[in-house]
């Protein structure tokens, strides 16, 4: 094909409860005019600024233009959990581990940590606070007897690989967090802890004084013209050499992968800042992060810094093939995080959510990323299987390499997996996922 159009561009479901904790930012330019460029990233996330990031570390000369359709960290990228994780986190798997061997594991692990070395070494430069970015590791906290076991067989996965951990009670648990709710939990140091919009805002600063960086610049489409490609925005175009799609998700709507990325929503809420009362009712320390033991549980982070001191829940999904969940969806998703709340800290009944969001994931139904060319000149790097920001960030790093060098190590990893599968026909997709996605729920329990 020589003409590629968006049916569909990103909405989002609620504020991005990370980005309107923030001070105000200043606001990029939109595209306006007609320009020329000899790369252009369509997407501002992860993928997309690693991606700006790493091009022109390998070659300043390139002109590189990226497009963001609305503002940067309101997207995706800053509606995620903020977990940059090193280790095997198998979302399909009853604990993380997955099935992929040790030595599979360990390939994984080792390019993980690429990504969190490139992030970190930005933080570094950038000046970012700990509150932005802090490489504090994270908990599996478990709450029940199937939990434990679970957590138990991590740490048995973990002591093969040669991987550190520590393993905590309950007592532990509840000086570290003040809930009394965790039962036993597994410490492992690697996961930077970030604060994903500020992180975001800040690459994008940075970048926009190297590159060219545009906001509410939507791609609605792009087609062949001559040896390169000219792609299109509501207002203005830009006649580009090569392309990198970096739009996770909406890379279907361009038409490439169809049929075979599931779109999953993730829904959180955050609470207003803590008083001091409630603060020293809670007890425990003022920044920690627990992923569940149960992959289907519950996360939480308890975050402190100039934005207050706050608690977030994030929990329930649902499959949204149009990649766009409704508000009804997420009132029902709000109403399960104040019971989350309560049932995790019931000596805080008065404190109130005081933002909701909803945040989409794209996966394959064999863990395999969207990455390579797709058309002479188009490359792709999306598809994270929920692990957006180590994975983002990596595919950002290998996709530039791949334009750059020819290839890497990073770039091998991802050419080298299979084609994501067809998914079944709807409406059997839609009724099949949502339906294994709420029994996962159900029986992940106080998980």
Known sequence: MTEYTARRLPRQTGPAGWNAILQPRNILPQLQNNISADITIVGGGFAGLSAARRLHQLDPSLKIV????????????GRNSGFMIDLPHDLASENY???????ADR??????????????DFAQDYGLPDEMFDPCGKFNAAATR????????????????GEPFKLLDQGEMREITGSPHYTSGLYAPGTVMIQPAGYVRALASHMATLTNLFEQSPVTGFQKQGVGWLVKTPAAQVATGRIILANNGHLESFGFFQRRLMHICLYASMTEPLTPEQISTLGGQSRWSVTPADPMGTSVRRISGSYGDRVLIRTCSSFQPTMEASSKRL???GRVHDLKFLERFPNLPDVRMEH???GMLCLSRNGSAAFGELAQGVFSACCQNGLGIARGTLQGMGVAELLVNGGSEIADHFLEQPMPPRLPPEPLASLGANSYLAWKEWRSGKE
């Open 107 to 120: 390939a994984t692990i080792a390019l993980n940590r690429k990504a969190i070395g490139f992030a970190t």
């Open 146 to 161: 199937a939990g434990d076991k679970h957590n138990r067989e991590f740490a048995t996965h973990l002591e093969r690989l």
């Open 66 to 77: 990226l497009l963001e359709a609305g503002r940067f960290a309101d997207g995706s990228a």
């Open 97 to 103: 581990a997955g099935h992929g061997g040790l030595e």
């Open 356 to 358: 909701r969001w909803g």
């Open 331 to 333: 009132q029902s998703a």
